[in-house]
């Protein structure tokens, strides 16, 4: 059974900063890629970062660049989001996925449908 299990969000100011974290079980972790998507209240699921566990290669959304890193440790079968200088625009639910990863992984990691299983959701806060 895959499992995925995202923990490290809440509440923050503006300005600060959050690590995300997501295990997976189940997965041949260093064949996957790993995505890290955000939903907030009323908008559609949003793909924000991605990294590919087998060469380590990394996407970021232009909403996120120069603010979040991802990172893998394929020894805890764990991806990071670093989230730094955070705002108000950041609130959302935050979900990691993965899937499969591949040649031009580029072209379709921002994509939801694109993943077949996902973590059950953190909540991220961000004031003002």
């Known amino acids: 059974e895959v499992q995925l299990v995202e923990s490290g969000g809440g509440l923050v100011q503006a300005g600060g900063s959050l690590r995300l974290s997501c295990t997976a079980s189940?997965?041949?972790?260093?064949?996957?890629?790993i995505g890290w998507f955000r939903q907030a209240p009323g908008k559609e699921r949003e793909g924000i970062s991605c990294?590919?566990?087998?060469?380590?290669?990394?996407y970021y959304a232009d909403s996120v660049k120069g603010r979040f890193t991802i990172s893998s440790d394929n020894a805890k079968n764990t991806v990071y989001l670093e989230m730094n200088s955070l705002k108000p625009d950041d609130t959302a639910v935050y979900y990691c996925?993965?899937?499969?990863?591949?040649?031009?992984?580029?072209?379709?990691?921002?994509?939801?449908?694109?993943?077949?299983?996902w973590g059950q959701g953190t909540q991220v806060t961000v004031s003002s």
């Open positions: 996925a993965a899937r499969p990863t591949q040649s031009g992984l580029g072209f379709v990691w921002r994509y939801p449908k694109r993943y077949g299983y």
């Open positions: 189940g997965v041949t972790f260093d064949a996957s890629a």
């Open positions: 990294i590919s566990s087998r060469d380590g290669s990394t």
